[in-house]
T-cell receptor, first 115, second 114 residues
Framework: AQSVSQHNHHVILSEAASLELGCNYS??????LFWYVQYPGQHLQLLLK??????LVKGIKGFEAEFIKSKFSFNLRKPSVQWSDTAEYFC?????????????FGKGTHLIIQP | EAQVTQNPRYLITVTGKKLTVTCSQN?????MSWYRQDPGLGLRQIYY???????DKGDVPEGYKVSRKEKRNFPLILESPSPNQTSLYFC?????????????FGPGTRLTVL
């Protein structure tokens, strides 16, 4: 079964700083990759997803992620964070055609943006 | 509006008292699943359903039951809740097919078992 590792459990940044959250997965075959965000007290929302094609994907709110197959990585980036980006971020993976397995999530990264 | 709804949103109960958390989606999705979210552990899948009358265990199914009698509903049943089932629960749905689509999540149910 696949697994997902998020390197940082807690990240604190100042506004306007650049952000990169690490995500690595363990599965040798083709995968679908996702980043979800959970704002305080809210449910999960999809930030962006990668199925195939251009490995650099752009999502909502200025976020982007790059799929590097050789490194089994799907890191999330944002050039300049805002206070409103304070949230928990989850990387997730799914095996195409293996819908029975649903999503495998990382343990999450709690991001705090200081004004 | 396309959505996944859960009820109740908050529940405090005592050990051993059976409870059901309902989940309903209005998107005609075939695939539905339940996750629990715990600090430091992320989300873990409890059960999933590929379609009506088709359910299967996820990663952490112990102590839970589900049913899928109708396409839109996927209730989570705790026959005899225990304190280690205190958690935040999310229901999710997606359409099946050859390619995987985005899962839509419900608002969550915060359960406390005393």
């Amino acid at each position: 079964a696949q697994s997902v590792s998020q390197h940082n459990h807690h990240v604190i940044l100042s506004e306007a700083a650049s952000l990169e959250l690490g995500c690595n997965y363990s599965y040798g075959g083709t995968v679908n990759l996702f980043w979800y965000v959970q704002y305080p007290g809210q449910h999960l929302q999809l930030l962006l997803k990668y199925f195939s094609g251009d490995p650099l994907v752009k999502g909502i709110k200025g976020f982007e992620a790059e799929f590097i197959k050789s490194k089994f990585s799907f890191n999330l980036r944002k050039p300049s964070v805002q206070w409103s980006d304070t949230a928990e971020y989850f990387c997730a993976v799914n095996v195409p055609g293996g819908g029975a397995d649903g999503l495998t999530f990382g343990k999450g990264t709690h991001l705090i943006i200081q004004p | 509006e396309a959505q996944v709804t859960q009820n109740p949103r908050y529940l405090i109960t005592v050990t051993g008292k059976k409870l059901t958390v309902t989940c309903s989606q209005n998107m005609n999705h075939e695939y539905m699943s339940w996750y629990r979210q715990d600090p430091g552990l992320g989300l873990r899948q409890i059960y999933y359903s590929m379609n009506v009358e088709v359910t299967d265990k996820g990663d952490v199914p112990e102590g839970y039951k589900v049913s899928r009698k109708e396409k839109r509903n996927f209730p989570l049943i705790l026959e005899s809740p225990s304190p280690n089932q205190t958690s935040l629960y999310f229901c999710a749905s997606t359409s099946s097919g050859s390619s995987y689509n985005e899962q839509f999540f419900g608002p969550g149910t915060r359960l406390t078992v005393l």
